[in-house]
């Protein structure tokens, strides 16, 4: 590819047929808006991200600026052939111009980088993407003169025999920067939707006796367009086979592939094992040795080596190596589970740290706490940490003993070694060593020590 080479992303399509609220392209498959894969597929192609220019319409501006594209605004929208005006005029020069759909999330750089590959080496005036679809479709059709393409119809246009030819255009295209800016000055509406037709610019490069290459997809996955939710779903599903079938192909273990779910940008290690109803989305990273599920969500979380995680929730929250969660943990905003601890089951924790070897087996709810290492939380222990007002703080020290349904209204500190009786509501701070039980909590008398006879 040419370390020169612009790119045009069409984003404007109003995408009615999604039937929601919510811009086509930024409908989300396997953890990125459609948008995004596009994008990151043309950055891959090896195209700078500063050469990009994406066309948009009016409601799309700020969301993909935010996502870091350059983007010129189509008002009113007029079809791609318009929208390929708009953006010629960001790109001056005669580099050449790689032109995708926003809509195609299946994409591969490998596949861009052959359109654009494939026009220099022929000295095209444009190369194209095609496939051939089995079964019906609404993509335009691919009509051939002596072996070469010779013209595009859209669906729309096409005639009853048209309709029967299976290959199809992928919308993906490379231009030589000065062909294009002539073909679109010659573009019509003269066709069913009373719009400018990028697709036109292979007759008009045709008869202009131009030569057009084409670069045809031996699997028509790659380039499925998405226009439905139904689309969308479907896209999905290959998206995450590929994700699924790369990691496995890597060292990951995945029981059953039907069930698991594991986002674009999600980090695993060599030698993780995934059971069945498993979900890891997000940014998450999970180190070697660790087996996560059956049935357990990780959502930008952070997983050590040899992590044991069953039935439970990890999210926006770490759990270093040796950690055990489950069964039926939700650990979560910003939670950091230190090595060899554990969480048993029913066991809530919400931005706190459970200190190395520390335990909380069941039935508890930690927020806004801070427990030492090798502490134990018993049964049915919660941190009192909202007063009304604010989230306050509570400290338990290392080989602190917490009773089973202590209550520790924060703020509070209870001292290393320090232990609460079983149904204690701890409303002040316990020395180290101390022992306190009762409702309000007090120290516990000590016993006498009685010598024997």
Not at 89 to 95: A, C, I, M, S
Not at 271 to 296: A, E, K, M
Not at 332 to 353: H, L, M, Y
Request: glycine share 8%; proline share 5%; charged share 20%.
């Amino acid at each position: 590819m040419s370390p020169r080479a612009n790119a045009i992303i069409l984003a404007a399509g109003k995408g009615t047929r999604m039937k929601s609220s919510l811009p086509k392209v930024l409908h989300r498959l396997c953890g990125r808006t459609m948008f995004e894969h596009v994008l990151l597929a043309v950055v891959k192609a090896g195209i700078d991200p500063a050469r990009i220019v994406v066309v948009v319409s009016p409601e799309l501006e700020e969301p993909l600026e935010k996502l870091g594209a350059h983007t010129v605004v189509q008002q009113p929208q007029n079809g791609t052939g318009h929208a390929a005006r708009l953006a010629m005029d960001e790109l001056p020069g005669d580099d050449p111009v790689l032109v995708v759909n926003a809509d195609m999330p299946l994409l591969t750089p490998a596949l861009l980088g052959a359109v654009v590959d494939v026009r220099e080496r022929g000295r095209a005036a444009l190369s194209m993407l095609t496939t051939h679809m089995p079964g019906a479709t609404s993509f335009g059709r691919v009509v051939r003169r002596s072996g070469r393409p010779a013209r595009i119809v859209e669906h729309t246009d096409a005639t009853p025999d048209e309709l029967l030819i299976t290959e199809v255009n992928a919308g993906a295209y490379c231009f030589k920067a000065s062909a294009l800016r002539d073909y679109l000055k010659r573009l019509n509406t003269k066709n069913a939707q009373k719009e400018l037709y990028l697709t036109d610019c292979v007759q008009l490069a045709v008869d202009s006796g131009a030569l057009v290459e084409a670069v045809v997809s031996k699997d028509h996955h790659s380039v499925l367009g998405v226009n439905t939710l139904v689309e969308l779903a479907i896209a999905r599903r290959v998206m995450q086979r590929r994700i699924l079938r790369e990691h496995m192909l890597a060292g990951v273990s995945i029981v059953d592939p039907q069930t698991t779910y594991v986002d674009a940008d999600v980090d695993l290690a060599a030698d993780v094992t995934l059971l069945p109803q498993t979900h890891v989305l997000g940014t998450s990273v999970v180190g070697p040795g660790s087996v996560i599920g059956p049935n357990t969500t990780l959502h930008n979380a952070t997983i050590g080596r040899d992590v044991t995680i069953t039935y439970s929730v990890v999210r926006d929250s770490a759990v270093a190596s040796k950690a055990t969660v489950g069964p039926f943990a939700h650990i979560r905003n910003g939670a950091q589970i230190e090595e060899a601890a554990r969480v048993g089951n029913f066991v809530e924790i919400k931005n706190s740290r459970l200190g190395r070897g520390a335990k909380a087996s069941h039935l508890s709810y930690l927020g806004d706490a801070e427990i030492g290492d090798e502490a134990n939380i018993g049964a049915g222990t919660i941190t009192c940490n909202y007063d009304g007002e604010r989230k306050n703080k509570t400290v338990v020290g290392a080989r602190a003993s917490i009773g089973s349904n202590t209550s520790l209204v924060a703020p509070v500190e209870i001292g290393d070694g320090a232990l609460t009786g079983a149904g204690s509501v701890v409303t002040h701070d316990v020395p180290a060593g101390e022992r306190v039980a009762g409702n309000p909590a007090r120290p516990m008398p000590k016993k006498e020590r009685v010598k024997k006879p």
